[in-house]
Structure formats: C-alpha cells, structure tokens
C-alpha cells in the first residue's frame, strides 16, 4: 500500500512540476516577445517599405522615358546613317559632274 500511495503522490508532484514548468516556459516567452519589440520593429519596417514605394514609382517612370529616349536616339541613327550612305553616292555624282 505504501508504494501505491508514494508513486500516486509522485505522478502528482511530477504533474505539478510539469504544469509549473510550462507556465513558467509560457511566462519566458511573453516576456521575451514583449522585450524584443518584434512587432515596433515589423511595423517600422513597413513604413518604410511603404516610404520607398514613391521612389520605386518614379524610378520606373525614368526607366520607361529612358527606354523612350533610346529610341528615338536609334531612329536619328539610322537616319544619319541612311544620310551617310547619300553622302557617299552624291560625292561619287560630283566627281563624276567635274570631269
């Protein structure tokens, strides 16, 4: 009987060890997420993705007037070159004209 009675009275010392470290491993973690600030720094980090969102716009803007820009800058290329090869062939009439 003895025995019986001492391994009841130790499951329940057990259980309430058990219990009591549970609550207290629950306690540890609040306090550290309290602590850490997780959720200030979450939402910093967010104001300033969001502050940045301006800049990323205007910069795919520029992005798509330089695109724009190049090309026009390729039409005048191959205009002056097409002007070039003119150039060559009026040369070639002129000399043909002096002699």
Same mark, same amino acid.
């Given at each position: 009987?003895?025995?019986?009675?001492?391994? =009841?009275?130790?499951? *329940?010392?057990?259980?309430?060890?058990?219990?009591?470290?549970?609550?207290?491993?629950?306690? *540890?973690?609040?306090? !550290? !997420?309290?602590?850490?600030?997780?959720? #200030?720094?979450?939402? =910093?980090?967010?104001?300033?993705?969001?502050?940045? #969102?301006?800049?990323? %716009?205007?910069?795919?803007?520029?992005?798509?007037?330089?695109?724009?820009?190049?090309? =026009?800058?390729?039409? %005048?290329?191959?205009?002056?070159?097409?002007?070039?090869?003119? *150039?060559? #062939?009026?040369?070639?009439? *002129?000399?043909?004209? %002096?002699?």
């Amino acid at each position: 009987m003895y025995s019986s009675s001492w391994n =009841q009275e130790t499951k *329940l010392k057990l259980n309430d060890k058990v219990s009591a470290s549970v609550n207290d491993m629950g306690s *540890l973690i609040r306090h !550290v !997420v309290r602590s850490s600030k997780s959720p #200030e720094m979450l939402g =910093q980090a967010a104001r300033n993705f969001c502050s940045q #969102e301006h800049y990323i %716009q205007n910069s795919s803007e520029t992005l798509m007037k330089m695109g724009l820009i190049k090309a =026009q800058f390729e039409f %005048q290329q191959s205009a002056i070159e097409r002007s070039v090869s003119s *150039l060559e #062939e009026i040369q070639d009439q *002129l000399k043909t004209i %002096q002699r």
